[in-house]
């Protein structure tokens, strides 16, 4: 079993910024791609951003030009570096860990809540 733990959430201010990150119990490069997804109450969870083992990123529309996913091999984490943010992305942030490109999440964190508020 992998333990993926997330630091780093908070409360902050409308245009603060927060930097999540994500240790892994084992290697990440024995997972094709490990991410960041959210949820909030009610709502389906949605994938934030992504990294490969190759280093290819995705961003959801939402996030990109404010949100940096970043990934240390030798430390086994995963990070995002959140800036600029917005009400709307408050939500409980969890980290994730794929084996395969087609198919679902392997691993899930316990989740991190960020909260934006004036």
């Known amino acids: 079993q992998v333990q993926l733990v997330e630091s780093g959430g908070g409360s902050v201010q409308p245009g603060g910024s927060l930097r999540l990150s994500c240790a892994a119990s084992?290697?990440?490069?024995?997972?094709?791609?490990m991410g960041w997804y959210r949820q909030v109450s009610g709502k389906e969870r949605e994938l934030v951003a992504r990294?490969?083992?190759?280093?290819?990123?995705f961003y959801a529309d939402s996030v990109k030009g404010r949100f940096t996913i970043s990934r240390d091999n030798a430390k086994n984490t995963v990070n995002l570096q959140m800036n600029s943010l917005k009400p709307d992305d408050t939500a409980v942030y969890y980290c994730?860990?794929?084996?395969?490109?087609?198919?679902?999440?392997?691993?899930w964190g316990q989740g991190t809540q960020v909260t934006v508020s004036s």
């Open positions: 990294i490969t083992r190759g280093g290819n990123i």
């Open positions: 084992r290697s990440i490069l024995s997972f094709n791609d």
């Open positions: 994730s860990a794929r084996y395969s490109p087609y198919g679902s999440v392997n691993f």
